[in-house]
């Protein structure tokens, strides 16, 4: 599969779709605004973002756009909205982007998955109320993460230039057409403007913590944005197949050679390692088929607090509300 | 049932074999001085520092922020090796061109920026836990172990946690995590790096990471 990803033969039509798209999007930044840019910052253009200029002046957009839009926004929708309300809110499109998952599942070919994520989309939709309650994932149905530009990276085509879209954030030219086709696959395009509105407010204040975390721990937010997007993006494709970790986790350090001349494992230990871990995994299964039972009965409990949770935070949401009357 | 027990048995007793016959493959090279298993150094050292993690995020409401930070520096030093870290996020070559007094200075203010990120991001208990699931051996005789945060009560159920730990002079040592496959020492290297590729790179990054730092301790 991954073979296949670096091979430009294996572009497809979708492919060609994508060059144009890319060709439409680059269009859009004149080659002025890249090379002034370039002049100033005086680094060679990354292979995978070579239109840093105008992504860096899009990040920009979007962030002032966010400090003066959506953060205000967003705040205001986490402190007066109960908290029950939001997770409902959240689940219930999170359960409408099932329907993408499950299509992504089957042209991915994980047929085992796609039928675990039909019986989540069926579970939720029925006993968890049209999706408001996310049942399914208190009953061992966890929920995956499958979106068209995954589909497209397992089918050979390849990732393309780094993007950043007005709004709508990090993207890769390859993300463009997924999105696209999972904006079609997802009903809730089709219902009209306030539910969309809706439907990005719950997207920008699910994403709160992490935004919160970059403009605390980044020293160059713009880099730190796309290097950990790129990364995670790739984890979601392989599904967090261990040689991509280590060749993530694994580096080079010219250091070492002078001061720990010889390698420490053997060929030996190295095998004895591998067997453990076959062991551990499979005790795990062991346990894990164990603990099921305990947790499909946890869950009924947990259903009648959360119950008790949300009538609760009427309260807390009543209390708000006479606050903001007040002053 | 009588299956899963059996198939338990097994198990324990396969692994006690490997397990003593790696103690003695070691003792005979004379390479550990201590009879610990190889593996479970490793392993023993993330599950260790994840403790001590979980034991602050509980004491979140009692403790401040410089007695968190304080707590997590002591974990932190005995389980990473921050200058091997940081050798490789600037680049060995860099590394090279800076002063004795630069290395120590740029040192001391990464080793409390990773301190104040931990400081102030476990700084509350709801029921997290993690949960080891499997460690192997990377082609450079590395070890990584890889672990899931539970988060009931987030947004995000879980987060898998890779830890790539290296053998030193102490022991097994962490030097780089990666949260859902976002490489920590990935994203840091192509950050100081870019920062350190203008003229005056090193005093920038030290105003940046001193900025940042001052920024925790206010909170």
Not at chain 1, 44 to 61: A, L, Q, T
Not at chain 2, 45 to 64: A, E, H, P, Y
Request: aromatic residues 10%; charged residues 25%; contains cysteine.
């Amino acid at each position: 599969m991954l073979m296949c990803f670096k091979e430009k033969e294996c572009s497809s039509l979708a492919g060609v779709f994508l060059v144009s798209m890319t060709l439409i999007l680059s269009g859009c930044a004149s080659n002025d605004v890249i090379e002034a840019e370039a002049e100033v910052v005086e680094v060679e253009v990354s292979e995978i973002d070579p239109y840093e200029g105008f992504n860096r002046s899009m990040y920009k957009f979007n962030d002032k756009l966010d400090v003066y839009v959506g953060a205000p926004v967003s705040d205001a929708y986490l402190w007066v909205t109960p908290e029950f309300v939001q997770t409902g809110v959240s689940n219930f499109f999170s359960n409408l982007k099932d329907i993408n998952v499950v299509l992504n599942d089957f042209m991915q070919g994980k047929g085992m998955q796609g039928a675990e994520d039909t019986g989540r989309f069926a579970v939720n939709t029925t006993i968890g109320l049209l999706g408001l309650f996310d049942v399914a994932t208190e009953l061992g149905l966890e929920k995956h993460d499958e979106d068209f530009a995954q589909t497209l990276a397992v089918w050979g085509v390849p990732q393309g230039p780094y993007l950043v879209l007005p709004l709508i954030g990090p993207a890769t030219s390859r993300g463009v057409p997924g999105g696209i086709f999972d904006a079609a696959a997802n009903p809730a395009s089709y219902v009209g403007m306030p539910v969309q509105l809706i439907q990005m407010l719950n997207a920008r204040a699910n994403a709160d913590a992490e935004i919160n975390f970059i403009e605390e721990a980044a020293l160059d937010p713009y880099v730190f944005t796309r290097e950990s997007f790129l990364q995670y993006r790739n984890n979601l494709i392989t599904d967090g197949a261990s040689e991509n970790v280590d060749d993530l986790l694994d580096f080079d350090d010219e250091f070492d050679e002078e001061e720990f001349g010889e390698n420490v494992l053997s060929n030996d230990t190295v095998s004895q390692v591998a067997t453990v871990e076959v062991i551990d995994n499979e005790i795990q299964d062991v346990a894990v088929n164990e603990g099921d039972f305990d947790r499909a009965s946890g869950s009924f409990d947990k259903a009648t607090k959360s119950f008790d949770d949300a009538a609760n935070s009427f309260k807390i949401a009543d209390e708000k509300l006479k606050q903001i009357e007040a002053q | 049932m009588l299956i899963n027990k059996s198939l338990f048995a097994c198990l324990l007793i396969l692994s006690f074999c490997v397990n003593s016959y790696t103690v003695t493959a070691n003792t005979s090279e004379g390479v550990e001085k201590q009879l610990i298993p190889v593996a479970d150094a490793a392993k023993d050292i993330v599950i260790n520092f994840q403790n001590v993690l979980l034991d602050v995020m509980k004491q979140g409401t009692s403790l401040d922020f410089q007695a968190r930070s304080n707590l997590l520096e002591e974990a932190i030093l005995k389980s990473h090796d921050v200058i091997k870290s940081l050798r490789t996020i600037v680049g060995s070559k860099e590394w090279r061109s800076f002063s004795e007094q630069q290395k120590n200075q740029l040192m001391q203010v990464f080793t409390k920026f990773i301190v104040s990120t931990y400081a102030s991001n476990f700084n509350s208990f709801s029921d997290e836990s993690f949960v080891y699931i499997s460690e192997h051996t990377t082609k450079k005789g590395n070890i990584i172990v890889r672990s899931i945060l539970n988060i009931p009560t987030g947004k995000r159920k879980k987060v898998t946690f890779d830890y790539a730990l290296k053998k030193n002079a102490d022991g097994w040592r962490i030097y780089n995590i990666a949260a859902d496959g976002v490489s920590d020492l990935a994203t840091r290297r192509s950050e100081y790096r870019r920062i350190l590729a203008d003229p005056n790179g090193f005093d920038a990054l030290i105003a940046i990471i001193n900025k940042k730092n001052d920024n925790y301790a206010k909170q």
